[in-house]
């Protein structure tokens, strides 16, 4: 039977980290650890978890204050069972996830990447949808064009992996945030060879302010050219570089409207004064680069043609700004 270890990154989890720790204590399935990395937490969150009297909670802390990006990165340094999963210490698992597991690694003791499907979360635990539904079993090519479609939904909370494979790997890529690492980390480790995914609802994902809104201009873009650069190394493979031809331009094109409103919405002054117009010439020369023949440039939106006429007008861009204190809805 495999062994598994559950690994929380923390700094200050508060109320929902007890909630978390419970879920996981809970589980069915009882053989496993938990294995907390704390990030220098100050609200009590360290103590509380030293005070659980459970032998299979081991913790790691930090002596001094990491970034979320360094805190996840000592994943790939610590023992670990087996399998290895990672939660975030807001979100939730439900009794039988890790008895799921079991389930899916003897049905296909082959793959590289388990899942569970899962639903999301508001702050106070109700749900607002389940994830989009996933097929049972994917090749890593068919992966990749649901990631590239947003078909999907991706985040830090409910993979299962082999811990070597993670370990060989390095861990989560070093990226400036975590937004577009966790495509490239499980990306990478379905391509090891394939990725299946349980019906069964294993865990919930909690949200909140999302990374989009929470890390810098230049932290996202920085991260974003990271992805493209990953991507462009995937196109020495004939089945991963037929779907980026095919399925990127989609992607491009909403990441490129996407960001062009979040630059709107910020002054100039807090942006690194990057302006839109610069922006979508960057999606452009991505575009041409990536994507043979293509034929959908991202600045070809007129969402996009306008975010640029009213960033590139210093009244306009107050009148926006304006406009959104009034309606904060995207409108882009």
Known sequence: MPTFSVIL???????YVKECVNSILGQTHPHFNLLVLDNDST??????????QDE???????NETLSIEKNWARIANVPKNEFMTCIGHDDVLMPGYLEEMIRLIGQYPDAS????????IDAKGKTIRPCYPVEEV?????????????????????????????????????????LFADFHLWLEMARISYKVTSPFNGFSYRLHQSMTTSSTDE??????????????????????CKVINEDLGLFLRFYC???????????LAVRQKQT?????????????????????????????????????????????????????????
């Open 257 to 267: 409207r996407s960001f062009s409103h979040r630059l709107l919405r910020t002054p």
């Open 219 to 240: 932290r996202y873009r920085l991260a974003f050219d990271s992805l493209m650069d990953y991507l462009d190394t995937l196109k020495k493979d004939p089945a991963c």
């Open 113 to 120: 990447l388990y899942q569970t499907h899962f639903n999301f």
């Open 56 to 62: 299979r909670i081991v913790i790691y802390p930090s």
């Open 138 to 178: 994917q090749q890593p090519a068919e992966f990749l064009s649901s990631l590239l479609k947003m078909k999907i939904d991706v985040n830090g909370t409910g993979f299962m992996v082999r811990s070597a494979d993670y370990d060989r790997m390095g861990g989560i890529p070093p990226y400036p945030n975590l």
């Open 276 to 332: 839109v117009k610069e922006w979508v010439a960057h999606c452009d020369e991505l575009a041409a680069r990536l994507i043979d023949d293509n034929a959908l440039m991202p600045s070809k939106q007129g969402s996009v043609t306008l975010a640029g006429l009213i960033d590139s007008n210093a009244f306009t861009r107050r009148l926006f700004l304006l406009f959104k204190k009034l309606y904060p809805k995207p409108v882009f």
């Open 9 to 15: 990154p923390v700094r200050n989890g508060g109320q």
């Open 43 to 52: 609200d009590g969150t360290l103590e509380w978890i030293r005070s659980i």
